[in-house]
């Protein structure tokens, strides 16, 4: 069921966008980032292949390979390998880190 594999990913676009806007940082990519992150919270539906690809395209190189391990997951609603855990906690410090209010 689409809408049910989705939700982790979905709730950790929560955790993205808590944090993310517009910033002062010079580094672009994390607010681009941040931004695509926000967006896809806002939005009413459930994202599109396109929406995973965007947010792939997006993500700084420090955290490309967790953002591609996370939506992997989510795409294949298999979430059993440890290393999406860690990816979900190094994606969630990476937003408390280069995201701001």
Known sequence: MKGIRLVPFVILLVLFAVGCGDDDSSDSSASDYCDLSAELDASETE??????????AAAPDEIKDEV?????AAQSD????PGVADAEA?????EEA???E
């Open 47 to 56: 994202p599109t292949a396109e929406d995973f690809e965007a947010i792939i």
């Open 68 to 72: 591609e391990l996370f939506v992997d």
């Open 78 to 81: 298999d979430f059993s390998d």
């Open 90 to 94: 190094k994606l969630i410090a990476f």
């Open 98 to 100: 280069n995201c701001t």
